[in-house]
């Protein structure tokens, strides 16, 4: 990796779990939490699947729309979600 290569920091399950709580929603699908926490540090053969963390941000919010893992405000979440994903990668 070169210097100006940068590593796009994943959120861990416990994480996404996290920011869903404080929704006060039931999550109605514990499978769609750990896919969305895979998905926001996705790889194949080591090769990065999103070019750039604001790539990787819009995926994360289309993903959490389409598992709806929370029994209502899938767009709250899916919008927190991304903009939380975004925060940490400029740590």
């Known amino acids: ?6 590593v796009m920091r994943g959120l861990t399950p416990e994480q996404v779990l996290i920011i869903a709580d404080q929704l006060d929603q039931p999550v ?7 896919a969305l926490a895979a998905a926001s540090a996705a790889q194949i053969q080591g ?3 999103h070019t750039d963390s604001r790539r990787a941000a819009a995926a994360l ?3 959490a729309l389409a598992t709806a893992p929370l029994r209502a405000e899938n767009d709250v979440f899916a919008e927190v979600l991304a903009r ?8």
């Open 84 to 91: 939380v994903f975004l925060d940490i990668q400029e740590i």
């Open 1 to 6: 990796m070169s210097p100006t290569e940068s």
């Open 28 to 34: 109605r699908n514990y499978a769609g939490i750990v």
């Open 61 to 63: 919010r289309e993903l």
């Open 47 to 49: 090769i990065p699947v």
